[in-house]
């Protein structure tokens, strides 16, 4: 094996790995804060990438613009998505898992009627490759990587250093004591929801131009998601990044080497994992 | 005492029902469709003794395919018979879930609940690409044989000149329903089944009362997986064959959602929501690829609406039906009385 094909396998893990870390984040948070699991996160991130589709491909937009509207709209969503559901069933977890399971089963529905069943693609603005030790790696990937960070770290920052982050964080640790210093915890859940859909409309518009569309793309992500965050340990941030880059390296090595069957490396990782840190890898012991 | 001989009567009068339902229901399809309802019912169960004790079990699926697997694996390959086969299939389910609850069922919540659907899933992977000669890779076993059994001097042949014996395969489900049934309802009501719930309530307090926490769930996750290999087993001999799609994510999303549909309150909840979703399922089969649409929206209602699901909802008893009646019907006459006396006045 040469250090060429090693690099490049790398770096496409590198990349996508840090968008599956974009993609979990959102996941991890919303189970930290509200403790449910959001099963509608693959919808989400599906009609995040139709939303940035019809943005930059069909209005002409610029591409960041695309990116910033499409976060906006998933926010929106996540926003109705905890005023209208999870309210309503008092973030309890089954009553939850299932609302947001038949609303997955509307949205993808909906959209196969809505967008047809013919994948779509859109052409990214960035062109050309360069080379990295010996490997080729095209320059979209390596813009969409740098973007992926900077949501990721503007993430963990905003979470660490304003008056909103610290609250979110205060509610994810004990709704309780949070509460009786005055922080509100709705308003919390709903911020922690609308995060979260943001990254999944993120992930969605910056994963659009290197997969392409279709309607039934949310469903591997969720389920990857879920490993990612199980890996990392539910709720923590840094542990979503460190499961997503693990299931990147996993995935391009594994399909280059073994194929079909490499899809269940990662589920036996997560099984390994587990029974060996119960509580993953960077979770907290409660 | 009398109300009881008056529960149990009714109860062996509603089963002989069920029983003949074959001799006057002459639409093979529906037919089906009740069979069907059966499987359900007892994959709904299986799971439903698992979810009580406060473990959520997201791969049952791969429990039912495999028992499907391992009946069929049996029958072709080695020629037993009938009802070997489907017992065979439940053991080597129950014994997988004895082997993965044995590593898992220490963590819970959550994460059992991830761990569950992941072990679903390289269930799911391994039964697509190994032993492809024996297991068929994606197809899955195909052709499996209509079986015969003989009891005494009668033998019953599960299928005809012109097709498969609905009836026959029919009154197989129903007669395993109301075994695991049965089982499910003695388990609930004994011992262990009381402490099952003490289980759910508080792992310490239970542990605390000299519980062997473990073991009890382990228990009672081998036999959910037993009874949902049976299912899958009598499945694969109804459909004459197996295949790795039954092991998908939405199979056990289904599974789930009979439980939680029909109310996890009581035994009643998963066979009522098995039949509702199963009866919803083929009649919303009418409108084509809206059909998704129409359950997702089913399973959001129930959930905003009826959260203790449909056994929450109870018939209201005569004399309280009689007031309610006696009301509206004061309250209609007060009103239409007082809008006509309204109308006249304006004009």
């Known amino acids: 094996m040469t250090t060429a094909l090693l690099s490049t396998l790398l770096m496409n893990s590198l990349v996508t790995g840090l968008v599956y870390a974009l993609f979990a984040s959102g996941l991890t948070l919303v189970f930290g804060v509200m403790s449910i699991v959001l099963f509608c996160h693959g919808a989400v991130y599906m009609l995040g990438s139709y939303t940035f589709y019809h943005l930059f491909r069909t209005w002409e937009l610029n591409y960041l613009l695309s990116i910033i509207l499409t976060m906006a709209a998933t926010g929106c969503l996540g926003l109705i998505l905890e005023r209208f559901f999870f309210k309503k069933v008092e973030y309890a977890i089954l009553p939850s898992l299932f609302v947001a399971a038949g609303l997955t089963m509307i949205i993808e529905q909906s959209a196969m009627l809505g967008f047809g069943t013919l994948p779509r693609s859109v052409h990214s603005p960035f062109v050309g490759i360069i080379k990295v030790l010996g490997g080729i790696v095209s320059v979209e990937r390596l813009a969409v990587m740098g973007i992926a960070i900077g949501f990721i770290v503007l993430l963990m920052l905003s979470l660490d250093h304003t008056k909103t982050g610290r609250a979110i964080r205060a509610v994810s640790q004990d709704v309780q004591v949070a509460s009786s210093f005055g922080i509100n915890p709705t308003y919390m859940y709903a911020g922690s929801c609308f995060i979260g859909c943001v990254m999944a409309g993120a992930a969605g518009a910056l994963m659009a131009p290197i997969y392409g569309l279709s309607y039934s793309m949310g469903e591997p992500w969720l389920m990857k998601g879920f490993m990612i965050i199980i890996i990392g340990g539910l709720g923590s941030i840094p542990g979503s990044v460190i499961g997503g880059l693990i299931l990147g390296v996993i995935e391009s090595f594994g399909m280059f080497y073994f194929g079909y069957l490499s899809s269940s490396f990662i589920f036996i990782a997560v099984m390994i994992i587990l029974i060996l840190r119960p509580k993953g890898l960077m979770g907290h012991a409660d | ?347």
């Open chain 2, 1 to 347: 005492m009398q109300i009881k001989v008056f529960k149990v009567i009714a109860l062996l009068c509603c089963l002989v029902f069920v029983f003949l339902i074959p001799l006057f229901v002459t639409q093979l399809y529906w037919l089906h469709t009740f069979t069907m309802f059966a499987i359900h019912a007892m994959l709904a169960l299986g799971l439903w003794l698992i979810v009580i004790t406060g473990q959520v079990s997201f791969g049952q699926a791969a429990y039912m395919g495999i028992g499907g697997y391992a009946s069929a694996l049996f029958c072709k390959e080695l020629g037993l018979g009938l009802f070997t086969t489907i017992l065979a299939g439940g053991v080597v389910a129950g014994l997988l879930g004895l082997s993965f609850g044995y590593l898992t069922l220490r963590v819970r919540g959550a994460y059992f609940f991830v761990l569950s659907f992941a072990f679903a899933e390289i269930v799911k992977v391994l039964m697509r690409s190994i032993r492809k000669d024996i297991l068929g890779g994606p197809n899955g076993i195909l052709d499996i044989p209509h079986p015969t059994i003989t009891i005494g001097a009668l033998n019953l042949s599960f299928v005809s000149e012109t097709g498969p014996n609905t009836s026959l395969y029919y009154w197989l489900a129903m007669a395993c329903l109301v075994i695991t049934i049965l089982l499910v309802w003695f388990i609930t009501r004994s011992r262990f089944g009381r402490e099952l719930r003490g289980i759910a309530q508080s792992d310490d307090l239970a542990e605390s009362l000299g519980i062997n926490v473990f073991r009890h769930l382990l228990v009672t996750f081998a036999i959910g997986c037993f009874i949902a290999g049976v299912a899958g087993a009598i499945q694969s001999y109804n459909f004459t064959m197996v295949t790795s799609d039954w092991m998908e994510v939405g199979h056990s999303i289904d599974q789930l959602s009979w439980v939680i549909v029909g109310g996890m309150g009581s035994i009643g909840g998963p066979i009522i929501g098995a039949f509702i979703l199963t009866i919803i399922g083929e009649l919303l089969r009418a409108v084509g690829a809206y059909e998704p649409i129409f359950s997702g929206a089913t399973l959001v209602m129930i959930m905003l609406f009826l959260p203790g699901g449909l056994i929450s909802l109870r018939v209201p008893k005569f004399s309280t039906l009689l007031g309610i009646f006696k009301r509206l019907s004061r309250a209609i006459s007060f009103t239409s009385g007082g809008s006509s006396g309204n109308r006249k006045q304006s004009s």
